[in-house]
């Protein structure tokens, strides 16, 4: 059974602040990894991509991938209480199918 | 470009009865996703399609939960019966073929079985 796991939370930062999630796998053989934000009630929408082993930085978003500890997390720079939502860890999976395996996801709360 | 568009979006049905949801997903979109996502989890895959055919249903309790996309379009998940423990969003996503992993995910039906 492959699987992704995180942190259920709920993780409180204050507006400002740097908001850090995190998320381990088990498939070795996994390749892509994503995040992905669902606000309460709504449904997952696609924020983050990475593919290799560093950093990647898109806008105040920073996803971080380390292979060999098959660990991959999000930084938020500068929280605002937009980014209030839950914040999904996606692993692609190894074989044929092309599908992704989600994590149970990381409830962030920023506080005004 | 119109999104992923699901009815019913709420279902409220009684155990031992039957319900199907519908889902047209983004025009082109090759590959479709049934997802299962229960309050406080991620969501979980149920069937993959890819065109009309299916691709993976191996977390589909295939004694009660069918699923079928006629045309390479439109799908329909259906539950019979159902049991306390379907109630749950269902989610239908779609996505290119090559980029399976930008999926567009519709608005969900959240079924409540009592």
């Known amino acids: 059974q492959k699987e992704v796991e995180q942190n259920s939370g709920p993780l409180s930062v204050p507006e400002g602040a740097i908001a850090s999630l995190n998320c381990t796998y088990s498939d070795r053989g996994s390749q892509s990894f994503f995040w992905y934000r669902q606000y309460s009630g709504k449904s997952p929408e696609l924020i983050m991509s990475?593919?290799?082993?560093g950093d990647k930085e898109d806008g105040r978003f920073t996803a971080q991938l380390n292979k060999a500890s098959q660990y991959v997390s999000l930084l938020i720079r500068d929280s605002q209480p937009s980014d209030s939502a839950t914040y999904l860890c996606?692993?692609?999976?190894?074989?044929?199918?092309?599908?992704?395996?989600f994590g149970s996801g990381t409830q962030l709360t920023v506080l005004p | 470009e119109a999104g992923v568009a699901q009815s019913p979006r709420y279902k409220i049905i009684e155990k031992r009865q039957s319900v199907a949801f519908w889902c047209n997903p983004i025009s082109g979109h090759a590959t479709l996703y049934w997802y299962q996502q229960i309050l406080g989890q991620g969501p979980k895959l149920l069937i993959q399609?890819?065109?009309?055919?299916?691709?993976?249903d191996s977390q589909l309790p295939k004694d009660r939960f069918s699923a079928e996309r006629l045309k390479g379009v439109d799908s329909t998940l259906k539950i019979q019966p159902a049991k306390l423990e379907d109630s749950a969003v269902y989610l239908c996503?779609?996505?290119?073929?090559?980029?399976?992993?930008?999926?567009?995910f519709g608005p969900g039906t959240r079924l409540t079985v009592t």
């Open positions: 996606a692993v692609s999976s190894s074989g044929s199918a092309r599908q992704l395996t």
């Open positions: 996503a779609s996505s290119q073929l090559q980029r399976f992993y930008e999926q567009y």
């Open positions: 399609f890819q065109n009309n055919g299916v691709v993976d």
């Open positions: 990475i593919y290799s082993n």
